[in-house]
């Protein structure tokens, strides 16, 4: 991945890396071979968390040169279905969409990259390093927006949300729901770290366990099967944002959801996102206190030294590459 080789086009915003960063994702395609490169090729370039400086940009582009971006992950298909038609690709139907590091395009781990205007989102100047925060916040956005959709068609009026998971997905959960005025309480197995301590900073609740209250509305970010089914009860709304990461069958609890069903309750689930959500996430972070979001990056790692990144630690929340 060191030094990709760049080629710009005239059309495309040119952009200088600075950071990118690691999730579960990358850590999967490098251990378990997900992912798929570029066609006829057999290496893809990895990493979809982008943070970057523009470097040229077209004349009718949103974007100049010295912008503070980051790139959008999600390409529509070719085809297109009617989500990707109308400038949804994140609700593509027919799965022939693209990801940049993911899905048949290289990712934005090289120095010098480019994207469409179109895929290019301007951030806060003053975020800095924590802009690389900002597709994360892009899928907890839409994660909120969805639930706030479920929540006014049901009539209610959300005061207290259940987080669990105290990843950066879950811290930013917290931090988008406090945002929204409601009693958050953030649920992770850990004791000692940065995340109780950056839940408590935030004004939330912490819990080692799945608190026994009922809630407006849940975010699920660890995709562990016990930990749904606990909040599925609890909860009049859900949105799931983890992945369980195993093929393996899965129990299901009758009386939950037999719950589901008679309490007219909503369970979504969401991945990634649209335009509409990396600017709403751009605009939740540039409101955010700049030394909590620092505190969510715990560890840079060279990029000669890239592979560091995915040894994962206990003290880590948020790793990032370091491209400049």
């Known amino acids: ?38 066609p006829g090729r057999e290496e893809l370039v990895l990493f979809h968390e982008s943070l970057g400086r523009v470097v040229s940009a077209p004349a009718d582009a949103d974007v100049r040169a010295g912008d503070l971006v980051v790139g959008v992950v999600r390409r529509p ?35 010098r990259w480019s994207v469409p205007p179109g895929f290019a989102v301007r951030l806060d100047p003053a975020l800095g390093d924590a802009g690389v925060l900002a597709e994360p916040a892009s899928v907890v956005a839409k994660a909120w927006a969805r639930g706030r959709r479920a929540w ?25 729901g406090v945002r929204l005025g409601l009693e958050v309480h953030v649920v992770d197995r850990v004791a000692d770290g940065p995340k109780p301590d950056l839940v408590r900073a935030l004004g939330a609740h912490y819990h080692r366990e799945v608190p026994d209250v009922a809630v407006d509305v849940a975010v699920e970010c660890t995709g562990a099967p016990s930990v749904i089914w606990s909040v599925v009860r609890r909860s009049s709304v859900l949105v799931l944002a983890g992945l369980t990461g195993t093929h393996d069958p899965l129990p299901l609890d009758p009386a939950v959801f037999d719950g589901v069903v008679l309490g007219n309750k909503a ?23 700049r030394s909590w979001l620092a505190g969510l990056i715990t560890r840079r790692v060279p990029l000669e030294r890239f592979t560091d990144a995915f040894e994962r630690r206990d003290d880590d929340v948020k790793v990032v590459v370091d491209l400049a």
């Open 1 to 38: 991945m060191v030094d990709v080789e760049f080629v710009g086009r005239a059309d495309e915003v040119v952009v200088d890396g600075l950071l990118v960063g690691v999730c579960g994702t990358d850590t999967e395609i490098v251990r378990d071979g997900f992912g798929e490169p570029p």
């Open 152 to 176: 006014e068609e049901a009539h209610v009026a959300p005061r207290t949300a259940l987080v669990t998971g105290a990843g950066p997905i879950g811290l930013l959960a917290a931090l988008l």
């Open 267 to 289: 369970v979504l689930g969401t991945v990634n996102a649209g335009l509409a959500d990396y600017r709403a996430g751009a605009a939740a972070l540039a409101e955010a206190d």
């Open 77 to 111: 298909d070719p085809a297109p279905c009617p989500a990707c038609a109308a400038g949804a690709w994140d609700y593509c139907r027919n799965g022939r969409y693209l990801e940049r590091g993911i899905k048949g395009l290289d990712g934005y781990g090289a120095r």
